[in-house]
């Protein structure tokens, strides 16, 4: 600290790449200029959109009306001008007569019909359809028996156009009048026209409907469209869409377009009117380019002024970041300047006054560490002091009072009675169990002092040479032992062996009452560790004991069942700590048990640590 400023090396903490306050307030506030920008767009260009359909929705609507009226004035005048030439009494006396009365005077009425070049043909037929008399009995009308059973059933008072057929290149419609006797149909006209269209006529129609608008005339039932000049090929495929609230149909080329379409009265015709629905929707599609081009301008200065404010915002806390950096690398002399009265100053004056609090608080720690420290290795010193003493002061009692009693159970075995026998078997068998708990005790003191030697080491050799050591303790000769894949270490094997020693000598044990006992070893491999078992299907724990099992003298079976001194498992779990592992154990009472040790991989084994 010099004079309340920090004048260490300045940091860069608010990189581009890190994900600082200038970056993330610029970034929000794009983000809102971008909803905004996207919001306003979608909405004015769905109303545009929407707008544009509704006026060619309208126009489509009035155009397809106004036509379907003209082609129903043309339709009845011309079926007017049919069932005049019907009421002729020739043509009645020569559908009453069946077609024998006045063949001549007929024919030559019905060929004064075709004067405009347009009609082609003219007929009479009788009520079942088949022709009695033609105007050119050298041609053959499209169809005639479709034409009269549609017009009988119906309407059997009136005439009405048929569809339109087509024949090589041209197309033709029938205008059909029934001829009455007294009410009673006796027969029926027909006459052919050619369906052709005067450039008067187009112009006319191009002028109606004007750009973009196409005028179709199609059958009822579909079977032929034309634009009044030719066949359309490419047809409406679904002209059921053409009703729905939103009347697009495709048109079997893909091309999709809005329409309307009516009925023409007195024909079996239908009028369609359609415009492209992609230049319909036109102007709202260069309307949203235009904003959101314009969007990308305003975003771009509204980033530009964003990171500015957010620059004079972010500057004092990267001061205030580069001196926490400095305080956290232990440099807790460090101290913020105060240039503002406003809340990041005050920030700057707080955080000055807690690194001089915590420059003090470090050095309090420190001299508590120092004196705890002295604590420890005085108590560290009375620790071995106390197993030197286990080791050789208490040896040598147990050793006299061991031997004394094999000398008495050797010499005077036949001399005692049975009560005797039974207190001497028991002297010999306690202090052996004291001689084994004092070299447990030995061993887990000395665990904790020993450095330990990290090197590779081969679990499944020292799984096999514990298994082999281990055999006097088998004593059932059905116990079975199942290895499997077993992965290599990097820890102190010596210490390691203990671990498989404690672990197989216990399955042994605990599955001794099984009629047939089977112990499995094994391992697997996770990310950074790899994991050890031995599984047994012996008498098993409650698990809800299992936090009891890896304390010094503790037991979940008692000592008439099992023999042990309740250090193996305490000792076992000293031993995976100081190697940087874990160990646990899941059982079933009954079941049988597994227990689970862990060892670091290689790349994250310590490297000679010692317990303290």
Not at 42 to 48: D, E, L, Q, T
Not at 182 to 208: C, D, H
Not at 230 to 259: H, I
Not at 341 to 363: H, P
């Amino acid at each position: 600290m010099s004079n309340g400023k920090w004048w260490a090396p300045r940091v860069r903490v608010f990189s581009r790449t890190s994900n600082s306050i200038q970056w993330r307030l610029t970034l929000l506030i794009c983000l809102l200029l971008l909803t905004v920008v996207l919001a306003y767009s979608w909405v004015s260009y769905s109303k545009i959109k929407q707008a544009s359909i509704d006026a060619s929705k309208t126009r489509l609507e009035s155009l397809s009306t106004q036509l379907s009226n003209i082609f129903s004035q043309s339709a009845q005048a011309m079926v007017s001008a049919t069932r005049t030439a019907a009421a002729q009494p020739a043509i009645k006396q020569f559908l009453r007569s069946g077609g024998r009365d006045s063949i001549p005077a007929v024919r030559k009425a019905l060929q004064q019909l075709l004067q405009d070049t347009t009609w082609t043909l003219a007929l009479l037929t009788n009520t079942k359809g088949e022709v009695l008399l033609s105007s050119d009995s050298t041609r053959t009308a499209p169809s005639t028996a479709d034409i009269v059973l549609n017009l009988s059933a119906p309407r059997p008072d009136t005439g009405m156009i048929g569809k339109i057929y087509q024949v090589d290149t041209l197309m033709y419609y029938p205008v059909t009048a029934t001829v009455f006797n007294n009410k009673e149909i006796t027969g029926y006209m027909v006459r052919w026209r050619k369906m052709q269209t005067s450039p008067q006529a187009v112009l006319q129609f191009s002028q109606l409907l004007g750009e973009d608008v196409t005028l179709l005339i199609g059958n009822t039932d579909g079977s032929l469209w034309t634009d009044m000049q030719k066949p359309v090929n490419a047809m409406p495929a679904d002209l059921q869409q053409v009703n729905k609230e939103l009347p697009v149909y495709t048109r079997s080329d893909g091309q999709q377009l809005l329409a309307s379409i009516k009925p023409v009265n007195h024909t079996r015709w239908r009028v369609l009117t359609d415009r492209p629905y992609k230049k319909i929707v036109a102007p709202a599609s260069a309307f949203l380019q235009m904003a959101l081009s314009t969007g990308i301008v305003i975003i771009a200065i509204g980033a530009l002024l964003a990171w500015m404010i957010s620059r004079s915002i972010t500057g004092p806390l990267q001061r205030l970041a580069i001196a926490t950096t400095a305080v956290e690398s232990g440099n807790y002399g460090t101290a913020v300047s105060v240039e503002s009265r406003d809340e990041l100053g005050q920030l700057a004056r707080m955080f000055n006054a807690m690194t001089e609090k915590v420059q003090q608080s470090q050095k309090n720690l420190e001299e508590k560490v120092q004196h705890r420290t002295a604590q420890l290795e005085a108590t560290n010193q009375e620790l071995e002091a106390f197993s030197y003493s286990v080791s050789h002061d208490l040896r040598a009692p147990l050793r006299a009072v061991s031997g004394y009693a094999m000398m008495l159970k050797e010499d005077y075995t036949e001399k005692l009675d049975e009560e005797g026998n039974r207190v001497l078997h028991m002297i010999v068998s306690n202090a052996r169990m004291m001689g084994l708990l004092i070299d447990d005790l030995i061993t887990f003191s000395k665990i904790g002092r020993r450095e330990s030697q990290y090197r590779p080491v081969d679990m499944k050799q020292l799984a096999d040479t514990c298994i082999q050591e281990l055999q006097p303790l088998k004593g059932n000769h059905n116990l079975t032992i199942k290895t499997g894949n077993i992965a290599p270490c990097y820890g102190d094997g010596n210490l390691l062996k203990q671990v498989w020693m404690n672990l197989i000598s216990n399955a042994i044990k605990y599955s001794s009452k099984e009629k047939n006992p089977v112990i499995e070893i094994g391992s697997r491999m996770e990310t950074d560790r790899v994991i050890y078992f031995v599984r047994d299907n012996g008498v098993g724990f409650d698990m809800k004991y299992s936090d009891k099992l890896f304390g010094v003298f503790e037991r979940l079976h008692s000592h008439d069942e099992f023999e042990g001194t309740g250090i193996g498992l305490a000792l076992s779990k000293r031993i995976i700590h100081k190697q940087s592992g874990e160990i646990w154990a899941d059982a079933t009472k009954g079941f049988g048990a597994t227990f689970y040790f862990s060892i670091p991989s290689s790349g994250n084994a310590p490297n000679n640590t010692q317990l303290s």
